[in-house]
């Protein structure tokens, strides 16, 4: 007669979790053809504590009904089923300590020697079990029955070991476990524990191996329900995927590669192929990559990218790695009729040398590392570390805005026609000794990806009109101060609304300002122009800044109406050895000129360079040749000296 108590009901979850898992591993790493691979993955420890589990569990039933025949002729089948009873159940323990090593990290590049001494408790009470028909010294069987033999507390010992083991690994690397997985994890851990102790102290609960089996399951649903992990499309690991493993890598301290590959021209195709062609084309990169990975786990985790987790035992070999991927992206790739070149960017970084926490990581791989494309090519940690240093760069920005770091200086701007300074530039500076070095055109970009930008403009803004007011500007031949105006400036509402608050406040004339703009053509929104144009209604005066280089056309001349147009000092130095880029340059302000514009060449530097502009015919001139940028104080001396008179 069968009873339905804890043992059966242990067994027959052990044996849902035996066949859940092997069904979920058939669905999952479709790719990895490598054997090795997936031996050596958490989930085939994981099986094998399953098994091990469902035998010990069912042994422990069968042996149950076998006592209950009392026959002689079942004794072979008694001593047996004991016999799987042990052999399995120091399994269990085993496995599970290999999977707590695992899922910790803790295993992570440890020699041979570590696991032989590791499973050496294992295999010695393996062999007592399998020697023990011989010496009876774990059970022996008579005509009273069952007995435990001498050695049966080592057998028990050896367990328990395993299961410290586990708690030992579990709380030395917690931080391996993702969040919000601790506290189950932890809690199955324990549940495990007091069922061993409970079945120590009342052997007539049997409730060991039902509070294994819970636990086991709960693992199951926690830590193996991997079908959240793999992405659907190419069968490849997903982003939760990597970033557990990530996690596993950076607790466990040991060197790895990670070669990050990222499709850059994708999203040009995407344009002009169907979804679906490009569904294959990913399709068919992820396949190659798998093939050439290997042994190696290929994660997708983002439309466009792509990953390989190399171990540290194979570190050499990322480079090599990185090699056959980059020669292979030479090629074409083809899907149906179409022949895709597609361009990647590749990034071998050592983790946890390079990133040496999840959130670093987690930076990294959201880096688009170009903006431009630049074909395929080995992007080097460095380059990549200069843009994360951006992003440090923003929170710097918001601290200097916050601790009133934040100062402007001026550079004269010199009038050819009247010999005197007339006007001025304001160009932002940081009092601060982590932006000594750093030139505004580093952190303004900065400054515009990350929003500070519009603080930043109102404080120059507002900075530039009590400098007027304070200084009496029109008695010191002063005619205007230019500043610079970022386009991302207009993206934020009330611009001129709060320009114009700001100027009644200190009572002064809109044309004691001037804004400088330069335009790229990305950023000739509906948006921007209206703001542009509404400042223009009311009565601001614009310069076009920095023009000759970007995006700055011969168009927006005739079809926007500037006061001054400010040559780009790049082109003004090109004309010191190139003759053509000179006679351009000449010839461009001539046209300029003829549209009605002032000319403002920035960047001179030297007499020949003020005879070069002057006589081209720019009628202001900004450069070092007159002053560098110089703080207020300085500014006003420089301007009651009549130094350029
Ligand atoms: P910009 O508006 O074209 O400013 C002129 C830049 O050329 C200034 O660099 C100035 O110091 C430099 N310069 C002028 N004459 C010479 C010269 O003879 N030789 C050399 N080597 N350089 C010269 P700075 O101050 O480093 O500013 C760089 C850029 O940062 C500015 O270029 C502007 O685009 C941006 N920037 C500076 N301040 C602000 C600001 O308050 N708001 C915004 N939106 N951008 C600003
Ligand atoms: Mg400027
Ligand atoms: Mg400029």
Avoid at 34 to 46: E, G, M, P, R
Avoid at 541 to 554: A, K
Wanted: charged content about 20%; glycine content about 6%.
């Amino acid at each position: 007669m069968i009873r339905f108590d804890l043992e059966n009901a242990a067994w027959i979850l052990s044996l849902y979790c035996l066949v859940y898992c092997l069904m979920v591993n058939r669905r999952q790493y479709k790719f990895s053809r490598s054997v090795k691979a997936n031996l050596l993955n958490q989930h085939v420890v994981f099986i094998l504590a399953v098994f091990s589990l469902t035998v010990t569990s069912a042994s422990s039933v069968a042996g149950s009904f076998l006592e209950t025949l009392s026959s002689r002729q079942v004794f072979f089948w008694q001593y047996l089923l004991h016999t799987l009873y042990y052999l399995f159940h120091i399994t269990l323990s085993t496995c599970l300590a290999l999977y707590f090593m695992d899922i910790t990290g803790a295993g992570v590049g440890k020699k041979e020697k570590y696991f032989i001494l590791f499973s050496l408790p294992y295999l010695l009470v393996v062999l007592l079990i399998l020697t023990n028909p011989l010496s009876d010294v774990c059970f022996y069987m008579d005509a009273r029955g069952y007995h435990r033999g001498a050695w049966m507390p080592l057998l028990y010992a050896c367990g328990l070991a395993y299961l410290v083991i586990c708690f030992l690994l579990f709380f030395r690397h917690i931080r391996a476990i993702s969040r919000t997985d601790r506290m189950e994890v932890g809690a199955l851990l324990f549940l495990a524990a007091v069922g061993v102790v409970l079945q120590a102290l009342y052997p007539q609960l049997r409730v060991e191996l039902f509070a294994e089996a819970l636990t086991l399951l709960g693992i199951m649903m926690i830590m193996e329900e991997r079908s959240g992990h793999v992405d659907p499309l190419t069968g490849a690991l997903n982003r939760p995927a990597l970033v557990e493993a990530s996690r596993r890598l950076i607790e466990s301290g040991r060197s790895s590669r990670l070669i990050l590959v990222k499709l850059t021209n994708l999203d040009l195709f995407a344009k002009l192929f169907s979804s679906r062609e490009i569904d294959s084309l990913i399709l068919q990169v992820a396949e190659w990559l798998t093939e050439t990975a290997g042994d190696y786990e290929l994660f997708h985790y983002r439309d466009r990218d792509f990953a390989i987790l190399v171990p540290d035992e194979a570190n050499a070999l990322a480079d090599e790695l990185g090699g056959a991927i980059l020669q292979r992206f030479e090629q074409n790739w083809q899907t149906g009729a179409v022949n895709f070149r597609l361009e990647a960017e590749l990034c071998i970084v050592r983790v946890p040398e390079d990133v040496s926490s999840l959130n670093e990581l987690d930076e990294l791989i959201a880096i688009r590392f170009r903006e431009k494309n630049q074909g395929t090519r080995l992007v080097s940690f460095h380059e990549v570390s200069t843009f994360r240093r951006n992003r440090h760069l923003a929170q710097s920005l918001r601290d200097a805005v916050e601790g009133q770091k934040l100062r402007v200086w001026y550079q004269p701007i010199w009038s050819v026609e009247e010999g005197r300074t007339v006007a001025a530039e304001a160009l932002l500076r940081i009092d601060s000794e982590e932006f000594r070095g750093i030139s505004p055109e580093v952190y303004i970009p900065v400054a515009e990806q990350c929003g500070v930008i519009r603080e930043i403009g109102l404080f120059v803004f507002e900075e530039v009109c009590r400098f007027l007011r304070d200084c009496d500007y029109r008695k010191l031949g002063l005619e205007y101060v230019d500043v610079n105006l970022s386009v991302y400036q207009f993206l934020h509402d009330n611009l001129a609304e709060r320009f114009e608050a700001i100027r009644e406040q200190y009572g002064l004339p809109r044309d004691a300002i001037n804004l400088e703009i330069t335009e790229s053509a990305s950023m000739q929104t509906p948006v921007v122009e209206a703001a542009l144009e509404e400042l223009r209604r009311i009565g601001y005066h614009f310069s076009l800044d920095d023009f000759g280089t970007g995006y700055s056309n011969l168009v927006q001349l005739i079809r926007t109406s500037y006061k001054n147009v400010k040559m780009d000092k790049s082109l003004l130095w090109d004309g010191d050895h190139n003759e053509n880029a000179a006679r351009l340059l000449d010839n461009l302000i001539r046209v300029i000129r003829g549209l009605g514009c002032n000319v403002v060449q920035e960047g001179v530097e030297t007499p020949a360079q003020l005879e070069r502009s002057a006589s081209a015919g720019a009628n202001l001139i900004q450069g070092y040749f007159f002053s560098r940028p110089i703080p207020e104080q300085k500014f006003l001396e420089y301007l009651k000296r009549g130094e350029s008179n």
